[in-house]
Nanobody, 114 residues
Framework: QVQLVESGGGEVQPGGSLRLSCAAS????????MGWYRQAPGKQRELVAS??????NVADSVKGRFTISRDNNKNTVYLQMNSLKPEDTAVYYC?????????WGQGTQVTVSS
């Protein structure tokens, strides 16, 4: 069993920054891929960034603005979000892919508004 707890969301003005954290607990291995997704109202959930043992991947829509990182000692994955835009407004979810099951966090709201 794995639990994921996200934090760091909030409201920020366009051009601002936020750092999301996702702490994992339970049966965790550093080799398990982790990622960040987001879902805006009326839209499908989309991949924002992911990290595996071979590297990281960032969606084109956030490339150059968002960075994903991972601290395996803390079982935590981060999403540094810079130069935020109104279209980045969404609920952000982290996940971890274990053999046989993918776990999701409860989500954290990010609102970019002036």
């Amino acid at each position: 069993q794995v639990q994921l707890v996200e934090s760091g969301g909030g409201e920020v003005q366009p051009g601002g920054s936020l750092r999301l954290s996702c702490a994992a607990s339970g049966s965790i291995r550093s080799s398990y891929p982790m990622g960040w997704y987001r879902q805006a109202p009326g839209k499908q959930r989309e991949l924002v960034a992911s990290t595996t043992h071979s590297g990281t991947n960032v969606a084109d829509s956030v490339k150059g603005r968002f960075t994903i990182s991972r601290d395996n000692n803390k079982n935590t994955v981060y999403l540094q979000m810079n130069s935020l835009k109104p279209e980045d407004t969404a609920v952000y979810y982290c996940n971890i892919a274990t053999p046989g099951r993918t776990y999701w966090g409860q989500g954290t709201q990010v609102t970019v508004s002036s």
